[in-house]
Structures are given as C-alpha cells and as structure tokens.
C-alpha cells in the first residue's frame, strides 16, 4: 500500500535548521509530488510548498521562500524539507502528503493529498 | 492568493444528529476543493474531493456539495468516531501554485 514514513521528532535551538525526510513506499516515487504541510501547536494546516520528484522542480509558499528548501534522493524514493532561521514560532508538526488528481478530456484538476505522513514534531527551544 | 474561510469554528452536536459545516473562498475554485477530517495526534484524513466525491472507504454520512466560493460539508446521523476538526483546501490552477487551507471546524459533542 501507498505509505509515507517520515523521520523522528527534533529538538532545536533558536537560529539552527532542520531537515525533515519523508519515505515513500508502494508507488513510484518520481510519478507524484510531494507536498508539505505543518501544524503549529493548537493551530490549523499551513501548506507550505511542493517538490517534483522527477527533476526536483519545487514551489514554496510565499511566506516560506528563502528559509525552506525542498530536496529528494530517488535512489532511496526519499524527500526532504529543511527550514532555516529556526524560531519559537516554527514549531510544529511536520507533514508531507502525496497528491492525487484527475485528468478529463485534456485538462488535470488536483492536487487533493491521500496519503499523509504521520508528522514529525519539531520543538523549537532554547 | 485564494483565502479560505470556515464556518463556524466549533459546533456542538448531539450524537445522531446532522451537521453543516461551510467553506468560502475568496475566489471561485470551481469544484477543486478537498475536505479532510483530523483527531487529536493523527494526520488528516481526505473525505472528499472535487467538492462532492467521497473518498475511498468514505461512509456515505458524509456528503460535499457547492462550488465556485461557497461550499458545505454535511455529516449526517453524527457518530461518536465523526467527532474531530474538519478542513477544506482549495487546489486550483493546475498544476496548483498554492494550496490553501481554511482554519478548520471542531465538531464537539453536545
């Protein structure tokens, strides 16, 4: 079955990074982006951008541009996203997500995201 | 960017009972709109997609319809595992520049 396996819970100082990885199973990885989407304590979902896989193509959320950087390793069907400046408010659970769609008569409509990983939480404290 | 709005932010129900939950966007999305259903410590889960198809393994209780900038999940006959936080997000554009999510509904127990 399609499974998304994401690393363990981080603890990090104000200013450090973290890199958060994402392993795919069950599909073929370069045939779906993967998306990521955090939740800070208590709060709603903040998508914050995509990957490609097939050539690492990526789209970043406005709001996350020039701190976030979205990676992947094919050869371990593995995606990655690192964010930078790390602060009090960048704590959150993590998640990445596949995304489905639809193509109908030459036009594609999605991305609507099944499956979800099941988050990593990244503290960040000093 | 498209702005994604829930209403309300809670809402009590009795088990057994229906519930309406809304969605509004600041601009037509057409029928490109998800919902998800998220419990304390877990992913969210897809319901919908396409404004009104269920998703695999979906019970029929829950039901999608609208499009363009006004959109309603109901879940009819309330059971105790429907209890949650539930969001919409918007994928329009293809491929999609941005998704966004609305701020979620929280259906609790009356």
Not at chain 1, 116 to 125: I, M
Request: charged fraction near 15%.
């Amino acid at each position: 079955q399609v499974q998304l396996v994401q690393s363990g819970a981080e603890v990090k100082k104000p200013g450090a990074s973290v890199k958060v990885s994402c392993k795919a199973s069950g599909y073929t990885f370069t045939g779906f982006y993967i998306h990521w989407v955090r939740q800070a304590p208590g709060q709603g979902l903040e998508w914050m951008g995509w990957i490609n896989p097939n050539g690492g193509g990526t789209n970043y959320a406005q709001k996350f541009q020039g701190r976030v950087t979205m990676t992947r390793d094919t050869s371990i069907s593995t995606a990655y996203m690192e964010v930078s400046g790390l602060n009090s408010d960048d704590t959150a659970v993590y998640f990445c997500a596949r995304p489905r769609w639809t193509c109908s008569s030459g036009s594609c409509y999605g991305h609507w995201l099944d499956p979800w990983g099941q988050g990593t939480l990244v503290t960040v404290s000093s | 960017e498209i702005v994604m709005t829930q209403s309300p932010a809670t809402l009590s129900v009795s088990p057994g009972e229906s519930a309406t939950l809304s969605c509004r966007a600041t601009q037509s999305v057409s029928s490109n709109l998800a919902w998800y259903q998220q419990k304390p410590g877990q992913a969210p889960r897809l319901l919908i997609y396409g404004a009104s198809t269920r998703a695999t393994d979906i019970p029929a209780r829950f039901s999608g319809s609208g499009s363009g900038t006004e959109f309603t999940l109901t879940i009819s006959s309330l059971q105790s595992e429907d209890f949650a936080v539930y969001y919409c997000q918007q994928y329009n554009n293809w491929p999609p520049r941005e998704l966004t999510f609305g701020g979620g509904t929280k259906v609790e127990i009356k």
